[in-house]
């Protein structure tokens, strides 16, 4: 496949026909591994501005993802490999809901979709998770709005803590103990 690198982890597939394969997803893991937010996408769109963004995406599991909501988007995504439980909450940073998510046949459910403005996060559960994530575009992070209870992603040692806080309360809910 013909990919153009964006950045570190932002690569653009230009073919007219966009496959991906298990070298493109092995590709992706080790970039994702390499990279300083420890993440690698191939967007199959070719541009911010398409109306159909898609994207095959590989997170380590200490990658950071900013708890956050989107304004007039949806956005779905279905497991590809590893396993990832996906955080929803309440305005206040209170936890919803957890997605299990998992590659068909792990007992996980593989596809989620979120169409309502919810912030929400990734607690990465396997050391890689690819994901393929669908959303609307044109691509505009003013539409993006990070969870101001969660601390910012350049503040490396409290987003970790924070992480780990998150973790448990996924666990627990997990077990059955709701917040």
């Known amino acids: 496949m013909n990919l153009r690198k964006v950045s570190e982890e932002v690569f653009v597939a230009d073919e007219a026909i ?5 070298a493109d997803v092995a590709f992706l ?4 591994l390499a990279s300083p937010r420890r993440r690698s996408r ?29 304004f007039g ?17 309440e305005d206040d940073g209170t936890l919803e809901t957890v997605v299990p998510m998992g590659v068909p046949g792990s007992g996980r459910q593989f596809f989620y979709r979120l169409s309502d403005r ?37 503040d490396h040692g409290r987003a970790r803590e924070y992480m780990a806080e998150v ?5 627990r809910y997990i077990a059955g103990e709701r917040p």
Do not use: W
């Open 42 to 70: 191939i967007c199959a769109h070719r541009s911010g501005d398409d109306a159909l963004h898609e994207m095959v995406i590989a997170i380590a599991r200490d990658s950071y993802v900013h708890p956050h909501r989107h």
């Open 18 to 22: 966009v496959q991906v394969g298990d």
């Open 167 to 171: 973790a448990a309360r996924v666990d």
């Open 73 to 89: 988007k949806s956005e779905s995504f279905h497991v590809v490999e590893g396993s990832v439980d996906v955080a929803i909450f």
């Open 118 to 154: 919810r912030y929400h996060t990734l607690c990465i559960r396997t050391p890689v998770v690819v994901i393929h994530e669908v959303t609307n575009g044109p691509f505009d992070p003013a539409l993006t709005e990070m969870a101001p209870f969660a601390p910012p992603e350049a």
């Open 29 to 32: 893991k080790r970039q994702a």
